[in-house]
């Protein structure tokens, strides 16, 4: 664990190798997110859900609405990659994405259930994909061209480094 509390579980780094065993691994990772997130978040009173992260972070309540709303550009963009022949996927401003009402005030039900559904879907999809699935690629205008294979881990270190944003919160605040 690291010491930086915007990344308290260090940057993304993909392994060397990324095999079926590496693979198989992040996936299990996506798949029990929404119930750890979930876990993570049970019993939060409104004002807890309201505190930020960090010192200028986003709240917990942001945190949650924010891993729905990236997961689900994920998802599409897998869906794109697969269909298409190196799409070029759209970014979007994730952090003005968190100040909108839904992410500032709305109650963090709708999200869970969100992650639930888009996960348990996302995750049959991820199963189903070959090497040559997981070979393919997409452009990302600022990051350039991304394989699937890289971007499932992306995305299960994405999970993994916003619920710990949100306990280790909880274990800095006793809660």
Not at 144 to 163: C, D, E, K, P
């Amino acid at each position: 664990m690291s010491t930086d509390l915007r990344y308290p579980i260090g940057r993304f780094q993909a392994p060397a190798q990324l095999d079926d065993a590496v693979r198989l691994g992040w996936i299990e990772e996506i798949a029990s997110l929404p119930a750890r997130l979930r876990e993570a978040t049970a019993g939060l009173t409104e004002e807890q859900l309201d505190t930020p992260y960090r010192p200028d972070g986003w709240t917990v309540r942001q945190v949650v609405h924010h891993v729905a709303d990236s997961h689900m550009n994920s998802w599409i963009r897998f869906k794109l990659a697969l269909t298409e022949e190196q799409p070029t996927i759209k970014p979007y401003a994730e952090d003005r994405w968190a100040e909108l009402p839904d992410s500032r005030e709305l109650a963090i039900e709708p999200s869970l259930v969100l992650l639930d559904a888009l996960h348990e879907r996302w995750v049959v999809l991820l199963r189903s994909m070959s090497e040559a699935d997981f070979a393919r690629t997409f452009l990302h205008p600022d990051s350039g061209v991304v394989s699937l294979s890289r971007n499932l881990g992306i995305y299960a270190w994405h999970g993994n480094h916003h619920l710990a944003h949100i306990t280790s919160l909880k274990r800095r605040m006793d809660w």
